[in-house]
């Protein structure tokens, strides 16, 4: 049929409109996405390529190589040592517990371990690898290698662990390190990622958590391709990190091991100070732990072992355990009296066995009394009575301000755990602290180390140095740093006069070397090495008035815990001091018998820097010391080539 022109002519009219639109609209189409393209290509074109490199490479920490610690002469006390440990990736294992189950038919896996691993693995993203067992042997990762094929998601590995070869002889010293907990990271208010690796160790006592900073080094970091599941796919490059410091104390470690073997089981501390310079050659607290034990992990059995001892081995009693000073407090007394020109050496006082202050009778400890006797005599034979009396014209305040002066009631700044301020109480600090008045029977106390008065060992040896030197000598316990000196502990003068010291030092000799000096028993006979001290005995209980008119019940009659602390502070030589040296032995009875024959060894061992010969002791003594000697070489740890101990 024949359309007609006019129908055709519409039709083509309205094919060409219809044209135009769609061609209008593909046009305005492809121009939209050509734009939008050319807005993510160009305009966006930086961001997305960074989202994409990101989804791409992972970045990951590699964990620093912690520094070393040494002592004086080289010895190590804290080293990495490698460790074979096995691991597991969850998602790679699939059934988790079938892998395990296969695992420990190859190795024997610790079941605290094996919990504490599966907690970790919980709480962890299934890709990242979980520590099943740590410091296993060659031939248990041998047999896990063997197998491999069979034990999906689990891999051997090598790394680094700390080891401690001194063992317990430097336990309170060093300290030891521990996987980062829940409880260290919220101490720290913006942790490092490192710090998130899990298993990471860090310091958690002694010298290595207060030189953690300087002993934990940089993280490296390595870039790696991984999957869209965040799988390791190959490693890219490779930035290793810097290592921590290696640091070396002043400790001496023989010297140190000779400290230890000689407070042998008793509840003790001992402090050896160089007068020179204010290192602290040994600092020994007794009884003492293994650290090696924390460093994976203490068990639930080693650690109620440790925290239900009464002699309480994890404490150091060194620098954290606080004593009434008792009689080694004296020469601060008089010291305090001489410099406010209150007394002087020819002076005398009765003493009848006890002094009658405000209504109260204050007790000698010789209820017969000592006479008439002058500050020679008083520190020789330790009459509390002629210090009452000093104390009662001097005042308190004067004596806290004199015994700070030499290091008591102030805070050592040590790199060690919980060092202790001590005390030394005046008028301003009851008030404020208990809010009472300063009664005069407060200073009476305090004038014999008694009452308030507290001190560490550590305290009383840098009291001792001050004496026997005449400046504010500080104790100093990093030698170097990566080999770089650190300034020394030699301190200035003190400002006291001379003559005053000089007086104190000859009764300090006379209790040592005078046969009536309560320290004569533990003297040291050798020329030239001749020892001046100060024996100490503070009492724990109070003593009634019914037991005195019945007489005092003796320490070795009483249970250990009621007993008496013993003390002695001494150096040596007295011409020349070379070391200051503090023992206290907790509820050791009476200073002259307990604490005095420690400190006297403790001196000689340091002087002679060897076993020193028996002649320096006193004939009476000498078949005892010999026997001592023989069993402490016989436990004395073999030296290697690198000057370590142990293996």
């Known amino acids: 049929m024949k359309r007609n022109p006019r129908d055709l002519e519409h039709s083509h009219k309205i094919l060409n409109r219809r044209s135009l639109v769609l061609g209008g609209l593909q046009l305005a189409f492809v121009g939209g996405l050509a734009a939008r393209m050319r807005h993510l290509q160009v305009d966006q074109a930086d ?15 590699i964990p620093p190589a912690r520094g070393e610690i040494f002592d004086r002469n080289g010895a190590v006390l804290a080293q990495n040592t490698p460790s ?10 699939g059934d988790v517990e079938k892998v395990i189950a296969n695992l420990q038919k190859l190795v024997p896996l610790d079941p605290e371990d094996l919990e504490r691993a599966m907690a970790e693995m919980r709480r962890s993203p299934p890709f990242l690898p979980i520590t099943i ?27 680094l662990t700390r080891v401690y070869p001194q063992m317990e002889d430097l336990a309170h010293v060093v300290g030891y390190v521990g996987p980062v907990s829940d409880y260290d990271l919220s101490k720290i208010e913006d942790p490092e990622p490192i710090l998130r690796i899990p298993r990471f160790q860090i310091g ?31 490693e890219l490059d490779r930035r290793e990190g810097q290592p921590g410091a290696d640091m070396q104390l002043t400790i001496d470690t023989d010297l140190q091991f000779y400290l230890q073997a000689r407070l042998g089981n008793e509840s003790a501390a001992a402090v050896v100070v160089d007068c020179e310079s204010g290192d602290l050659r040994a600092i020994a607290s007794s009884p003492s732990f293994d650290p090696n034990l924390f460093v994976r992990g203490i068990s639930v059995a080693d650690y109620r072992g440790l925290t239900e001892d009464p002699y309480r081995p994890l404490a150091n009693k060194t620098v954290q355990g606080t004593y009434p000073p008792g009689s080694t407090f004296k020469m601060i007394t008089a010291l305090a009296a001489l410099e406010a020109g209150i007394t002087g050496t020819e002076e005398t006082v009765w003493c009848p066995g006890h002094l009658e202050v405000s209504g109260r009778r204050f007790h000698c400890w010789k209820r017969a009394g000592h006479g008439h006797v002058d500050l020679l005599n008083s520190l020789k034979q330790s009459c509390d009575v002629y210090y009452y009396d000093l104390a009662l014209r001097v005042g308190i305040d004067k004596i806290s301000d004199m015994a700070k002066r030499f290091g008591l009631g102030v805070k050592h700044n040590l790199p060690m755990s919980a060092v202790a301020r001590g005390l030394a109480p005046n008028k301003a600090w009851k008030e404020r602290v208990h809010g009472q008045d300063w009664l005069i029977g407060d200073t009476a106390n305090a004038s014999i180390g008694q009452g308030y008065m507290l001190a560490s060992p550590l305290q009383l040896a840098v009291m001792t140095a001050r004496l026997a030197t005449g400046r504010s000598v500080t104790p100093r316990l990093v030698k170097s740093i990566n080999g770089v000196e650190q300034p020394d502990g030699a301190g200035e003068s003190l400002g006291v006069n001379e003559n005053n010291l000089r007086t104190l030092r000859r009764a300090m000799y006379a209790v040592s ?20 001290g100060k024996t100490g005995t503070s009492q724990v209980r109070n003593i009634t008035a019914a037991e005195r008119a019945a007489g005092v019940i003796r320490n070795k009659d009483l249970p250990w815990e009621r007993r008496d602390h013993a003390l002695f502070v001494g150096f040596a030589p007295f011409d020349d001091p070379k070391y200051a040296v503090s023992v206290v032995v907790e509820h ?25 010969p028996l002649s320096a002791y006193p004939k ?26 142990r293996a």
């Open 588 to 612: 050791g009875g009476g200073g002259s018998t307990a604490a005095a024959p420690i400190a006297r060894d403790i001196m000689l061992q340091a002087l002679y820097g060897e076993t020193p």
């Open 620 to 645: 009476k003594d000498r078949s005892h010391i010999q026997a001592l000697q023989e069993r402490l070489q016989r436990e004395s740890p073999p030296r290697k080539a690198d000057g370590s101990d």
């Open 513 to 532: 070397n005078d046969r009536r000096g309560t320290a004569y028993r533990s003297r040291i006979i050798a020329d030239g090495l001749r020892m001046a």
């Open 47 to 61: 961001q997305f390529r960074l989202l994409a490199e990101e989804n791409r490479i992972n970045i990951r920490l």
């Open 204 to 234: 958690k006592v002694g010298f290595e958590a207060k030189s953690e900073d300087m002993l934990r080094g940089k993280a490296g970091a390595k870039r790696v391709e991984v999957n869209a599941t965040g799988r390791v796919m190959r």
């Open 133 to 159: 067992a740590d410091q296993i042997g060659w031939h248990d990762i041998s047999r896990v290698a063997v197998n491999a094929p069979a034990l999906p998601g689990v891999t051997p590995e090598v790394g």
């Open 84 to 93: 074979y440990r096995i691991t597991m990736v969850r998602e790679d294992a």
